[in-house]
């Protein structure tokens, strides 16, 4: 299996049932490093790029908790927060109607 460090990251581009992936390396001023791993179809064997369209399904769940941790740690909101002061309408869970959602 090919190994391959990118200032101290050890990357593994194939593992099980993983055939390939893209990533990207950002810091405040903006983009650092791009690459993609592995193969976006093993048949043709066309290689995975930074460039491949990635569909992004169950992905985007992942997306969203990553994001809201940032946005925690960089104090623009409180996991304790309740989630109504953040939405234009009023959300509340029909079996606990009296009891407040929070982020």
């Known amino acids: ?5 990118l200032k101290g990251i050890k990357i593994t581009p ?3 049932s993983i055939k390939g992936f893209s990533f990207a390396i950002v ?3 903006g983009l650092v490093y791009k690459n993609g ?4 179809d093993l048949y043709t064997t066309k290689i ?3 460039k491949t369209i ?8 992942n997306l969203i908790g ?5 946005t925690e740690e960089l104090s623009y909101l ?3 927060d309740p989630i109504n002061i953040f939405l234009p309408l009023r959300i509340t869970n029909p079996k606990y109607k009296n009891k407040e959602i929070f982020i």
């Open 1 to 5: 299996m090919e190994k391959r460090k």
């Open 14 to 16: 194939i593992i099980d």
């Open 27 to 29: 810091n405040e001023n």
């Open 37 to 40: 791993l592995g193969f976006s």
């Open 48 to 50: 995975y790029s930074a």
């Open 54 to 61: 990635q569909q992004i399904t169950s992905i985007s769940k």
């Open 66 to 70: 990553i994001s809201l941790i940032k």
């Open 78 to 80: 409180s996991f304790k």
